[in-house]
């Protein structure tokens, strides 16, 4: 029975350390990413609510008087509005009539 192949202990448990190993590495980077992904989506967001607004604003000749005016107008936002995907709401600023980035810095 000499003739059989096969793995040994020792080198099974070499291959589940490395694995074990590369997934330590990956799984933080992997989150990582994921949060940057949802801050960068939320900047999108924010960008696209103040085009809006400059377009409520060349379209009825005034600023909208809170961000649930043009929120709620499908004209502006036919799918409905944008939501933070950090679960954040957007304010917006009647003295500058803009809707400023969150602070999601850890």
């Not at 509005?81 to 803009?98: F, I, K, Q, V």
Request: hydrophobic share 35%.
């Amino acid at each position: 029975m000499r003739g059989k192949k096969g793995f040994t202990l020792v080198e099974l448990l070499v291959v589940v350390l490395i694995l074990g190993a590369l997934a330590a590495i990956a799984i933080p980077r992997i989150s990582q990413s994921a949060q940057t992904a949802k801050i960068n989506a939320c900047k999108t967001n924010v960008d696209l609510i103040n085009s809006q607004i400059e377009l409520w604003y060349a379209n009825k000749g005034s600023w909208p008087e809170d961000l649930d005016a043009i929120l709620d107008d499908t004209d502006y936002f036919p799918d409905g509005p944008p939501t933070c995907p950090l679960g954040d709401d957007y304010e917006y600023s009647t003295t500058t009539h803009r809707v400023s980035d969150h602070d999601h810095s850890e």
